[in-house]
C-alpha cells in the first residue's frame, strides 16, 4: 500500500510560504536555435550503490539567448531559485549569501503588502506555518522563514495577498480541502498506473516515526524525498490548462512585479519560490520575457546520508 497522506501534505506545504548559442554561420537565415529543455528544479542524489546522498534544489540562470549587445545597459538575467521550505541550516547559509548579489529578490509569502517581513528566528503563525514547524522537527531540518533573511534591502514581495489569495480560491471554486483531496487522487492515481515496488507501507510509517532508531530522522527524510521529487503529481493535480490558485495565481502575481522590477532598472533579478512553482515560471519566463534556461546550479537542500555506527549518539 502506498502512504499517500504525508506525501500530499509535504507538497502542498512546498508550494506555499520553485543562454542559448548563437546560430552556426552555415545555417540558413531563416532557422533559429532549438529551444532549451525544460530544466529539472528537484532532484534525489543517489550513490554508485543506489544509496540516497541528497536532496537538492537547483538555480537556473535565463537570459535572453544569443550574444550580448555591445554598450548599453547590461542584459536581463532572471534566476529562478527554488525553494524547499524546511532544509539544513547550511542550505539556508547558502542562499543568504548568494541572495546578496542581486538586484531583487522576489519571494513568496502570502501576506498583506504593508506586512512585517518575516525575520531569522521568528517562529511561524497560522496552521500552514504550525505544519511546516512540526515537519522541521520531524525530519531534524530548519525552517525557511526562520532561516532566510528577509529584512534584507532586495528583497520585494511578489504573491498574493491574504484577501486576493482568498478571493482567487472563491472564483475558481477552491479549498484547501478540495486542493488536499484533489492531490491525494492525483498521486493514488499515479500510483496504481505504475503499480510500482518499493512503496511505503503503513506499518514502514509507523515504524519509522515511532521507532528507536537514532538515524529515524534521516530515514524519514529519505522516504519523503523520493516520492516529493515526483513533480509530476504536483503538476497535474495544480498546473495544466485549468491552473489553481496554489500555483498559477500566485505566479501570476509575481511575474507582473517582475516586470515592475525591470521597469525600475533592475537587470539582475531572482525569483526565490518553492520548487513546485517552477516549471509554470519557466514556461512564463519563455514566452513572456523570451528568456532561456542555463543548465542547473545544485545546492544540497536535505542530508540523506545514514551516519556510520560510530557517528550515531
Known amino acids: 500500500m502506498r502512504v499517500i497522506a504525508p506525501v500530499a501534505c509535504l507538497a502542498l506545504l ?16 531563416e532557422a533559429k536555435p532549438a529551444a532549451a529543455a525544460a530544466p529539472e528544479f528537484l532532484r534525489r542524489v543517489l550513490d554508485d550503490d543506489g544509496e540516497p546522498v541528497s536532496l537538492d534544489t537547483a538555480i537556473v540562470e535565463y ?53 512585517r517581513v518575516p525575520k531569522p528566528g521568528r517562529k511561524p503563525a ?29 528583497f520585494v514581495h511578489a504573491d498574493l495577498s491574504p484577501k486576493e489569495f482568498d478571493a482567487a480560491m472563491q472564483k475558481r471554486g477552491e479549498s484547501w480541502w478540495t486542493m488536499f483531496t484533489k492531490l491525494m487522487r492525483e498521486s493514488m492515481a499515479r500510483a496504481e498506473r505504475e503499480n510500482a515496488g518499493g ?14 532508531g537514532s538515524d ?13 521529487t515526483d513533480m509530476d503529481v504536483l503538476t497535474s493535480a495544480f498546473g495544466g490548462e485549468e491552473g489553481s490558485t496554489l500555483i498559477t495565481d500566485r505566479n501570476a502575481a509575481c511575474i507582473r512585479v517582475l ?4 521597469a525600475k532598472g533592475r537587470r539582475r533579478i531572482a525569483i526565490f519560490y518553492g520548487a513546485a512553482h517552477m516549471p509554470d515560471f519557466d514556461e ?4 513572456e520575457l523570451g528568456l532561456q534556461p542555463a543548465e542547473p546550479e545544485w545546492l544540497e537542500a536535505w542530508d540523506l546520508r545514514v551516519p556510520e555506527p560510530a557517528e550515531r549518539k
Request: aromatic content about 8%; charged content about 20%; overall charge negative.
Open 284 to 287: 512564463r519566463l519563455r514566452d
Open 14 to 29: 512546498a508550494t506555499t510560504a520553485t543562454a542559448g548559442e548563437p546560430a552556426a554561420a552555415k545555417r540558413a537565415p
Open 216 to 228: 529515524r530522522q534521516v530515514r524519514l527524510r529519505r522516504m519523503m524525498a523520493e516520492q516529493f
Open 63 to 115: 537570459r535572453v539567448p544569443g550574444p550580448a549587445a555591445a554598450g548599453g545597459k547590461p542584459p536581463l538575467r532572471v534566476d529562478l531559485v527554488a525553494a524547499v521550505h524546511v532544509g539544513g541550516a547550511d542550505y539556508y547559509a547558502t542562499l543568504d549569501r548568494l541572495f546578496a548579489d542581486y538586484d531583487a529578490v522576489l519571494y513568496e509569502l502570502v501576506a498583506p503588502p504593508n506586512a
Open 199 to 212: 512503496d511505503v507501507s503503513v506499518g514502514d510509517l509507523f515504524g519509522i516515526l515511532f521507532g528507536s
Open 126 to 154: 497560522g496552521a500552514i506555518g504550525s505544519a511546516q514547524q512540526g515537519l522541521k522537527n520531524l525530519l531534524g531540518l530548519e525552517f525557511q522563514l526562520e532561516s532566510i533573511d528577509y529584512a534584507a534591502g532586495n
Open 259 to 262: 516586470h515592475d522590477e525591470v
